[in-house]
């Protein structure tokens, strides 16, 4: 869904690092490097995230919603529209 503003566990802010991990991470997925780390793991270290309760908040978010604004009726009735 959305990435939600605050760790569930801490309370840390991280709502905020959301777009500039996504962005690190296409940066770091796209160089061809021989180390060992992880992009994943390259990006959530410069953003600052030691603790392993706001890494896992970044690493695990799945964002649905534009898959779930497809289910609108306003999206289905678009939907039809074209079908016909």
């Not at 991280?14 to 690190?24: M, N």
């Not at 770091?28 to 309760?53: F, Q």
């Amino acid at each position: 869904m959305i990435i939600p503003v605050r760790c569930f566990t801490c309370g840390k802010v991280i709502g905020s690092l959301y777009e500039k991990y996504l962005k690190l991470l296409g940066e770091y997925g796209a160089e061809e490097s021989g180390s060992s780390e992880t992009p994943a793991k390259r990006a959530l270290d410069e953003l600052g995230l030691t603790r392993y309760c706001c890494r896992r908040m970044l690493l695990t978010h799945v964002d649905l919603i534009d898959d779930l604004l497809l289910y609108t009726p306003k999206a289905r009735q678009a939907r039809a529209a074209e079908q016909k």
